[in-house]
């Protein structure tokens, strides 16, 4: 493959795993979200299915940096990284202006304070509630009998403000069932269930200091609706990019990149 260098970035979720190979640490070629996380074949299939999107074998790949909660689990690894490192490299790859990050997984929500040159400088993190998660949506979306693709387009079709009090994920589960009983339509209730975590997250960011410009991560980004409402809900205007699940391996395989680039370096210098 001559000089190009291949690096893998691999993100082993609570709720899913996500490979990502970058070209000479500039060029996203490929990637690949396995919807299982930690413990689960979750983390192999997404390393041969990112694979099998371009025309390289593991062999191929000069690095690989795993990241997220299940990291050290990676057999493949060459070496692990926090996320918070890794969401952080990924945002500022992606969006140079980023200042703030305010990422929503499958079971934890964490707003990070960035520098200068996309360095971490301090972040707030709930992972001990599921409300304010990307759970709480999951629950929320079975009890509605929708899948949790539909609920951007369902909030766009709200025309009636719906508050839902209970912040707990198990009671916010028997308002909504109660809701739907009482003949609440279900585009209502999905907005009002994003504005709900909209108001948990938004305070853990005002906690940290938001700053524009202001960076959404994590799968529940997918999901504009949750977008929007944190936007309402923090006054500020959030980016988000079709990367934004992928955005934690984006940074693990730019570290890769640049530990390989580091190792070049040291071998110069020795073999002077
Ligand atoms: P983790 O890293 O903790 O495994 P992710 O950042 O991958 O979590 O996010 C997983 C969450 O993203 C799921 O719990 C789900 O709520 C949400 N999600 C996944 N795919 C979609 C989608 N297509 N539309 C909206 N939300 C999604």
Do not use: W
């Not at 490929?30 to 390289?56: C, Q, W």
């Not at 509630?129 to 999951?138: I, K, M, P």
């Amino acid at each position: 493959m001559g000089d190009t260098i291949y690096t893998m970035g691999v993100d082993i979720g609570s709720t899913a795993s996500k490979g990502l190979i970058l070209k000479d640490g500039k060029e996203i070629m490929a990637s690949a979200v396995i919807d299982v996380g930690a413990g689960t074949s979750g983390p192999s299939r997404a390393i041969k299915e990112v694979l099998k999107k371009t025309n390289l074998t593991l062999d191929d790949i000069d690095f690989i940096t795993a990241t997220g909660y299940g990291r050290n689990a990676l057999e493949e690894a060459d070496f692990q990284m926090s996320e918070l490192s890794c969401h952080a490299k990924g945002a500022y790859f992606l969006f140079p202006k980023v200042r703030a990050i305010i990422d929503i997984g499958g079971q934890d929500a964490k707003a990070l304070k960035i520098g200068d040159g996309g360095v971490l400088e301090n972040f707030v993190m709930n992972d001990k509630c599921a409300a304010g998660t990307g759970r709480f949506l999951d629950v929320i979306a079975r009890v509605l009998e929708v899948d949790i693709s539909q609920l951007e387009e369902l909030d766009t079709k709200s025309t009636l403000d719906v508050t839902i009090s209970s912040t707990c994920t198990v009671f916010a589960e028997s308002e909504v069932i109660s809701q739907l009983a009482q003949g609440t339509k279900i585009e209502d209730i999905v907005k009002g269930i994003h504005d709900s975590i909209a108001s948990r997250v938004g305070s853990l960011a005002k906690r940290v200091g938001l700053k524009d410009d202001v960076v959404m991560t994590g799968g529940v980004a997918l999901n504009k609706g949750m977008v929007r409402a944190l936007e309402r809900n923090t006054g500020h205007k959030i980016y988000t990019s079709e990367y934004c699940q992928l955005n934690g391996a984006l940074g693990a395989s730019i570290f890769a990149y640049q530990k390989v680039m580091q190792n070049k370096r040291k071998t110069k210098v020795e073999s002077k």
